[in-house]
């Protein structure tokens, strides 16, 4: 036996009812929705703010180095120079005296004053200039010189310096003609 079901009509109360109460669903839904996101935003405004402390690391290793260059008689010629989306070089510098271009991959590391960085043994930054790497820094050298002709007859040479943040203190090494 089927049971029919008699069609009410609906009134104007039961039409206006109803949408409140989706209303009330939505704003529900909205709310745990937004404390979710606060909870979210939270993680992602500690990793922004991770992130952003290591580009103030790396920005000052680069500044630092740019200094120790200065101070070694060689004049700054570009910094932070991308070739497209493939590669950059945080360096680019002039030695008058030995008419020499040089571009620098500078590495930055925070140490703690046991030589430990981020629990594991320290490894010297320049060891993360892998080949692949040092072909992107390659590619990025000879997308500068052909976009600077003035540099078309000197001499080249690749450097990477090392910075390392130990409690506050830096200390910078370079080593030149790395590769």
């Known amino acids: 036996m089927v049971k029919r079901r008699r069609l009410q009509k609906k009134s104007d109360e ?14 529900l839904s909205t709310a745990l929705i937004w404390r979710d996101a606060g909870q979210y935003a939270k993680r992602v405004m500690a990793e922004m703010t991770e992130a952003y402390a290591r580009k103030e690391l ?13 101070d070694a008689g060689l004049k700054p010629v570009a910094s932070n120079f991308r070739a497209g989306n493939k590669a950059e070089i945080d360096l680019i510098v ?33 060891d993360s200039v892998n080949p692949k790497k040092r072909m992107k820094n390659v590619y990025a050298a000879k997308v500068f010189i052909s976009k600077h002709p003035e540099f078309c007859e000197k001499n080249v040479r690749f450097d990477v310096a090392e910075v390392y943040n130990i409690n506050g203190a830096y200390e910078v090494s370079i080593i030149k003609d790395a590769f």
Request: hydrophobic share 35%; proline share 3%; aromatic share 8%.
């Open 14 to 27: 039961d039409v206006l009812k109803r949408p409140a109460a989706k209303k009330q669903r939505v704003f």
């Open 58 to 70: 790396g920005r000052t290793g680069e500044n630092l180095t740019m200094c120790a260059y200065v």
């Open 94 to 126: 002039f030695d008058e005296r030995d008419n020499t271009l040089v571009f620098c991959e500078v590495k930055t590391r925070k140490a703690d004053i046991d030589g430990n960085s981020a629990g594991r043994p320290l490894f010297r930054a320049s």
